[in-house]
């Protein structure tokens, strides 16, 4: 059997045999089929990052048929108001077959499908968020001859009232156990219906953050991915925070993955991890070991245009109050191999060279270990105010943009903006001068972008009306001074945290 679709949790991928990639019209038709499905669902993302849904009832053959070739007409204007006009809004709707999965909470037999937009003329939207990043992984696979993977860091808080039993301690929830974390029976089943959706799930846990606030208990949990690429790990974010909500409103408490709650408790992020690949090998480790030319490249793009990556990754408000010292939160444009200070974090890989399996597992076998392929670098400053897939996008520009520099100035830069401390500690102060800072608010994000717009908008990667439309909706929160204002005034801060709570 393919070991790549052995054990999937997918109904739809355990039933017929093969991988999503390779689902047909007439596939998904065969599932109808069988398994008597009454029902299909368009679904997709729009401009305020939740999912919206569109229902047919499949009434015949003939109908399943059309609807699953020539899609459905949607109003742009409503869905992307910053880039689309009432005037020409009409917009089809083409469902992308590898995305297929059977509704977990629908009580009809229902199965549902991500779908792609395309204007008046039939070709894909410039517009549409998913279209550019496919834009820009394409480009980005032209320039330098390597694919880009990505995996997602999914932070969130749960919310429910509080229990006397068994109190957790505060800000110290990481990898937490029941009974001290109270949700961790609802994060599993969070993961299984994920995994059902199509979602392939590197693990879960509970994270820092837990506290309570009138009377209600907030715990702090995550769920990460597995590396994919780019587009699906995209569209695996997207429908995992569907799935927590929808699972969380079954059960009566509330969700939210806004970047803060509070102020002084740990904000949830997004933090993306990236790989590059060539032809199917991992190569962000280099021969001897440590990370390759080519990372440190990649990572030297992405210290040059992390001001305005700000712009697709922190969306409101709230952002920037997560982006402060001492919460695990980066402040500064800066990398480092396992430090949790910086922008870019190289994570502790696999490449001592050492069978550590035998070593915990006495009588084990030596086993032959791949010690390259696990090897990523990850984004820490986004947040689930980001349209994800304009994130990824972002992502991948700045990384070509590295990787497209004269070879000695992107190591140069590289060597630069490395640190190997906590940049935060007072006794740092002197290395923490000499870097750049990220944005502090909504309105410098939007200048930052507006600064380099080219580096997006190049190879058409980015079209000039989104870019138009992120920095004009970033302009409209006139948060220059919010900072000073919400310590001047502690009902900002709360007014702020219920204005954003449900972002995303």
């Not at 517009?127 to 993977?149: D, H, I, K, W």
């Not at 992390?306 to 980066?330: D, W």
């Amino acid at each position: 059997m393919n070991p790549k679709i052995a054990l999937n949790p997918n109904l739809v991928v355990a039933a017929l045999g093969k991988e999503p990639k390779d689902f047909t019209r007439e596939d998904i038709i065969r599932y109808v089929t069988e398994n008597g499905i009454k029902m299909f669902n368009f679904m997709y993302p729009a401009e305020d990052g939740r999912i919206k849904t569109l229902n047919f009832m499949i009434n015949n053959l003939n109908y399943l048929e059309n609807i699953l070739s020539e899609g459905e007409r949607v109003d742009g204007s409503s869905v992307f108001p910053s880039f689309v006009e009432p005037g020409n809004s009409d917009l089809y709707l083409l469902p992308r077959y590898r995305t297929a999965f059977v509704d977990p909470f629908a009580q009809i037999p229902t199965l549902s499908m991500l779908c792609s937009f395309f204007d008046k003329d039939g070709e894909p939207f410039g517009c549409s968020p998913y279209q550019t990043l496919l834009r820009a992984e394409e480009v980005f696979n032209r320039s330098t001859g390597m694919t880009f993977e990505a995996m997602g860091e999914l932070e969130y808080y749960v919310i429910m009232d509080d229990e006397p039993c068994f109190p957790a301690t505060d800000q110290r929830g990481y990898h937490e156990s029941e009974p001290f974390a109270k949700l961790n029976t609802f994060r599993t089943e969070c993961m299984e219906y994920i995994a059902q959706t199509g979602g392939q799930i590197k693990y879960g846990h509970s994270e820092v953050g837990n506290f309570t606030l009138d009377g209600k208990i907030y715990e702090q949990n995550e769920v990460e991915f597995l590396p994919n690429p780019v587009e699906t790990a995209a569209d695996q974010l997207v429908l995992a925070k569907w799935v927590i909500r929808n699972l969380a409103y079954r059960y009566g408490y509330d969700v939210s993955f806004a970047p803060k709650i509070t102020v002084g408790k740990a904000g949830s992020g997004m933090h993306i991890h990236m790989r590059l690949m060539r032809d199917g090998q991992n190569v962000t480790l280099g021969p001897d070991g440590r990370l390759s030319d080519e990372a440190r490249r990649a990572i030297a793009g992405m210290m040059k245009m992390a001001p305005s990556i700000t712009a697709f990754g922190n969306k409101n408000p709230t952002s920037y109050f997560r982006l402060v010292p001492h919460q695990e939160a980066p402040t500064n444009v800066c990398w480092g191999d396992c430090n949790r200070s910086v922008l870019v974090r190289v994570p502790l890989g696999w490449s001592t060279g050492k069978d550590m399996c035998a070593s915990a597992n006495p009588g084990q076998h030596a086993l032959k270990l791949d010690t390259k392929s696990r090897q990523t670098f990850e984004m820490r400053s986004p947040d689930c105010s980001a349209d994800i897939y304009q994130l990824m996008a972002s992502l991948c520009v700045a990384a070509r943009y590295g990787l497209e520099m004269p070879k000695e100035e992107a190591l140069r830069i590289a060597q630069e903006t490395y640190v190997d401390l906590d940049i935060h500690k007072p006794e740092n102060a002197g290395r923490l001068a000499t870097l750049d800072s990220l944005p502090v608010c909504c309105s410098e994000s939007a200048d930052c972008l507006a600064a380099v717009r080219e580096v997006y908008e190049s190879e058409d990667v980015f079209q000039p009306k989104m870019i138009d439309g992120i920095i004009k909706a970033l302009k409209t929160f006139h948060d220059k001074d919010l900072h000073e204002r919400a310590k001047a005034d502690k009902n900002l801060m709360r007014s702020l945290v219920e204005r954003y709570f449900y972002c995303g």
